[in-house]
Nanobody, 121 residues
């Protein structure tokens, strides 16, 4: 069974940093890439970042380019999202998902649980 669990969210002041992680089970990163998405209540879910199984290919939404960095530890089946220079508009529930890198962030295969990130001004 494919499972993804995001953790590591929290409350941080504007300008601060957080590093959520996504632990995957039931598959390896040889099978799927991983995408990060976020959602604010009342708004559509937004694709934030994607990373290929090899780590060679990444995607970032324009809103986070230069501030967020995605990385993976294939030995641990875990993907990280380093978020720096956080802004109040980054406040959202962050989800990770199994994807095909060529279709990320347009298409998701499996959704994981989310983690709440709150950025105070």
């Amino acid at each position: 069974e494919v499972q993804l669990q995001a953790s590591g969210g929290g409350l941080v002041q504007a300008g601060g940093s957080l590093r959520p992680s996504c632990a995957a089970s039931g598959f390896t990163f040889d099978d799927y890439a991983i995408g990060w998405f976020r959602q604010v209540p009342g708004k559509e879910r937004e694709g934030v970042s994607c990373i290929s199984s090899s780590g060679d290919s990444t995607y970032y939404a324009d809103s986070v380019k230069g501030r967020f960095t995605v990385s993976s530890d294939n030995a641990k089946n875990t993907v990280y999202l380093q978020m720096n220079s956080l802004k109040p508009e980054d406040t959202a529930v962050y989800y990770c998902a199994a994807v095909y890198i060529s279709r990320c962030p347009r298409e998701v295969l499996y959704w994981g649980q989310g983690t709440l990130v709150t950025v105070s001004s």
